[in-house]
């Protein structure tokens, strides 16, 4: 077989293929072997049937299967031969086929990238202040308080600060229930975000033994696609109501709610998790600018089909969410999504290099250790060593770790920048 490359894009190639007429022979005798145990015709025994009568009963498809293998067959050939990733599909043109002389045919394809990263020693590292203001520490040990705080039954119609429990169901045009659409002892936050005016506006001022029927209009944009842009009657049955008690912030607080000695032990624990947070999201801004500079620095063009198969996977799982798109909303999506998109597969090109390049190791009890880690607390033991021999998991645990280390390269030849301080 003879292959002959020429580029003709940034990174667009065209095989020139040939495939000599023996081999198309070979694969003309595989299609009429195949035909013979397959064919069932009148006066012959099915195996049986002579090339000459399969040739005149199915002559234009076997020569169509014949074409088929043979070019699917030398282009896999040619792909390893030329040691080309492609990333699209190629698109196969120019065949010149007949039969007794060899068959010829142009493959035109994109291919991943070949990426040598460069300039990324002395990239600018920036820097800010991780410490954590007293004020912090104070609104976080609100916000616990506030989420520990407890619903006790009272006996007064409802405020619009206050929760209702209620037994409700929706009803159909003739009033009837609707089956398997009653909810009982649901609590209803009456001055909780997000919650549906109607609900508020009917149940605010009402008590247990109350029974009200409102209607509700759902929005467009509700997330139950059976409500969705849609109005529902409900009948309600109010069983009681219940106010909102926040507790003391004191010694007892910080033991019962976050088994704590006292609440000092309690500040310097949530002052040491919001320092931890803050580290987090710094070395993450240090990872970004650091990408950015590196894509900067390293500029070039990718292929359309990895961009657009980008945007197809991203399209594809919007969907899968339940996400439904028009035409008009995908092609927007595609507009908007585009850059990110480009750095995206950017900065995975060119990580991947770095990782080449300095010649990063990962060796397999990292494997190990990193997927023992993810597994510990959600798998039983059999599932966590399952996992282990996975080779799709230990693939991408790899890649993970792999990428981790580039970064820590980027970082250990980074040069500090001034520090930022938070205001």
């Not at 014949?66 to 040691?83: F, P």
């Not at 509700?216 to 008690?245: C, D, H, I, M």
């Not at 990895?306 to 909303?329: A, N, W």
């Amino acid at each position: 077989m003879k292959v002959d490359v020429r580029e003709t894009g940034a990174w667009e190639k065209v095989l020139t293929i040939e495939v000599p007429a023996e081999e198309l022979d070979a694969d003309y005798q595989a299609v009429i072997d195949d035909y013979r145990k397959k064919a069932v015709l009148p006066g012959f025994r099915k195996g049986k049937v002579p090339r000459t009568v399969l040739e005149a009963q199915f002559g234009h498809t076997l020569e169509h299967e014949v074409l088929e293998r043979a070019v699917k067959r030398s282009y896999e050939s040619a792909i390893r031969e030329t040691q080309l990733e492609p990333v699209t599909f190629p698109a196969i043109e120019k065949i010149s086929f007949e039969k007794g002389k060899p068959l010829t045919f142009e493959a035109k394809l994109e291919v991943r990238p070949s990426v040598v990263p460069k300039n990324y020693e002395g990239l600018e590292l920036p820097s800010r202040e991780t410490a954590v203001a007293d004020e912090a520490i104070d609104k976080a040990l609100e916000d616990l308080r506030q989420r520990a705080a407890d619903w006790v039954d009272v006996d007064r119609p409802a405020s619009a600060t206050e929760a209702v429990v209620v037994d409700y169901v929706r009803l159909n045009a003739k009033g009837k229930p609707i089956r398997k659409s009653e909810q009982n002892d649901a609590l209803i936050e009456l001055g909780a975000e997000g919650l549906l005016t109607e609900f508020r506006e009917n149940l605010v001022g009402k008590k247990a033994g109350d029974n009200i029927n409102f209607v509700v209009a759902y929005p467009e944009t509700f997330g139950n696609e059976e409500l969705r842009g849609r109005t529902a009657t409900f009948s309600v049955q109010v069983k009681g109501v219940r106010e909102r008690r926040v507790k003391e912030l004191d010694d007892q607080f910080a033991a019962d709610v976050a088994g704590m000695r006292d609440l000092g032990e309690l500040r310097a624990r949530i002052r040491l998790n919001l320092e931890g947070e803050a580290r987090i999201r710094l070395e993450r801004e240090q990872e970004d600018a650091l990408v950015e500079q590196l894509i900067e620095k390293n500029p070039f063009a990718l292929p359309e089909g990895m961009i657009q198969e980008y945007l197809d996977e991203l399209i594809q799982r919007l969907k899968r969410e339940g996400q439904e798109l028009s035409e008009e909303d995908t092609a927007r999506f595609r507009s908007e999504y585009r850059p990110m998109a480009e750095r995206r597969i950017k900065r995975d090109l060119l990580l991947d290099a770095l990782v080449r390049v300095e010649n990063v190791v990962v060796e397999e009890t990292e494997v190990d250790e990193a997927l023992r880690g993810a597994a510990e607390g959600e798998l039983n033991p059999p599932e966590t060593e399952r996992l282990l021999r996975t080779a799709a998991q230990r693939d991408r645990a790899r890649a993970h770790l792999a990428e981790r280390k580039a970064l820590a390269v980027l970082r250990e030849k980074a040069r500090p920048k001034s520090l930022i301080v938070t205001p």
